[in-house]
């Protein structure tokens, strides 16, 4: 016999025997319905929380730092030695050693504070520092050089003779455009407060430098990765802070073996894939790491027990289903045992037999398990509001295509194993006892 008559015979069989059928399906369609929620809700999960990490910034990006212990050996210098080493890394896509300094800004009366970030600029967009607005800095000169600032630091400069009130609008815009206006930075507050120091001859000077920026765009500050910041070239902003070592704290070489070092490396990986793997060989050359993937890989540790949990509930739900299908095939064997029996005579071939049991019971699993996945997807609006009322936070359903599919082939496949037991008893009639039987 063909597959397609074995179909038909179960559907016909089936529609013999409506109310049971639809019972025993009914109890399939609740254990779908049970295993997909409770998945969704695991994966939804997971969900929520890469959106909340992905907008922290870059899951691709690695912060090495300089090692935390010098004690016990040899300690790993962050030098340009070692930024040589991590481009030489299989999956990293682009490094730039990370020069840092806080400075004082200046346009008209309003005062402003930024984090400059010194770096190789040619490897900015691979971090995703690109401008919105204008275009990237350049090297400019000493004394007017170029700089690219984040889109939120406009917002940032106050009025201090009006008690650090804002520079807004009354619409909320900043008073301050940063590309069309003279922008000021030093590194000595005595700048801009007009508390300068006495010098030798007794007449008061300042004792840091004044630059006057030339702002050649602004970048996005990635969801406050970057909020109030400057960018510039790396060897620009080593400059200064050879110029304003007063101001700015910078480690001794005395203490790195004379040699140039680094507080912060930035590596980008090809693929997050690639973040774990290049992560571990930097920390296992005696540095350390972070990256927002390390938050990633943990939530998805905390997702997959959860998951395996919610599972497990589902997993009691389907073998109450596989009871009830195998009760309900051995009852069919039951009352037709006289029926077996005539098959048996006429020549029909054992496994035809339990081929056809068989059959009933995948199609009953199929019928169930596509009940279930479609009372799941109506459910699937109204179960992340309960239980976000009852867990006390935003709870919400993610189908894939894997889980909308798996759960109906899962379906039959239980129902085909709970009613193996009873089509092999069918098998196992004696025709003649069969045929005799009422």
């Known amino acids: 016999m063909k597959f397609l008559d074995f179909f038909r015979m179960g559907l016909v069989n089936l529609s013999r025997r409506k109310a049971r059928t639809i019972l025993t399906a009914l109890s399939m369609a609740i254990g779908v319905m049970c295993i997909v929620v409770l998945i969704s809700v695991g994966l939804g999960y997971e969900a929520a929380y890469r959106e909340n990490i992905e907008a922290m910034g870059s899951?691709?990006?690695?912060?090495?730092?300089?090692?935390?212990?010098?004690?016990?050996?040899?300690?790993?210098?962050l030098n340009d030695k070692a930024v040589d080493a991590f481009k030489s890394l299989n999956g990293v896509e682009a490094v730039t050693p990370v020069v840092q300094a806080t400075a004082w800004l200046q346009s008209g009366s309003y005062i402003g504070s930024a984090k400059l970030y010194g770096i190789d600029l040619s490897t900015a967009s691979s971090f995703l520092i690109y401008p919105v607005e204008g275009e990237m800095p350049g090297a400019g000169t000493h004394l007017r050089p170029e700089l690219m600032f984040t889109d939120d630091m406009a917002a940032s400069f106050a009025d201090p003779d009006k008690d650090w009130e804002f520079a807004l609008n009354a619409d909320g815009t900043p008073k301050v455009d940063l590309l069309h206006s003279t922008i000021k930075l030093t590194f000595d507050y005595s700048n801009l407060s007009g508390e300068y120091q006495e010098g030798e001859d007794g007449r008061a000077v300042s004792a840091g430098n004044m630059y006057r920026l030339n702002i050649s765009g602004l970048c996005s500050a990635q969801n406050y990765t970057y909020a109030t910041s400057g960018f510039l070239d790396k060897t620009r902003l080593e400059e200064w802070i050879s110029a304003n070592s007063a101001f700015i704290p910078q480690r001794s070489l005395e203490d790195t073996g004379g040699q140039k070092t680094y507080d912060l490396v930035w590596v980008k990986a090809a693929e997050g894939d690639d973040v774990q793997a290049i992560a571990k060989v930097i920390r296992d050359a005696g540095f350390n790491t972070y990256s927002l993937n390390d938050m990633l890989e943990s939530v998805k540790k905390q997702s997959n027990q959860i998951q395996g949990m919610l599972a497990a509930i589902g997993a009691v739900s389907m073998l109450v289903s596989a009871i009830c299908i195998?009760?309900?095939m051995m009852m069919s064997i039951n009352e037709r045992t006289r029926e077996v029996g005539i098959l048996k005579v006429l020549g029909t071939e054992f496994s035809d037999i339990a081929r056809m049991f068989l059959t009933e019971a995948f199609l009953v699993g199929l019928i169930g398990g596509v009940a279930g996945l479609l009372v799941s997807v109506l459910l699937k609006q109204l179960i992340p509001k309960v239980l976000a009322s009852l867990a006390g936070m935003e709870i919400r359903c993610a189908f894939t295509w894997w889980l909308i599919l798996g759960s109906v082939l899962f379906a039959g496949i239980v129902a085909l194993i709970a009613a193996w037991i009873p089509a092999r008893k069918a098998m196992?009639?004696?025709?003649?006892?069969?045929?005799?039987s009422e």
């Open 428 to 436: 196992n009639i004696s025709p003649n006892e069969a045929i005799r």
């Open 59 to 77: 899951l691709t990006k690695i912060d090495v730092t300089p090692p935390s212990d010098s004690t016990g050996g040899r300690t790993a210098l």
């Open 326 to 328: 195998a009760n309900t």
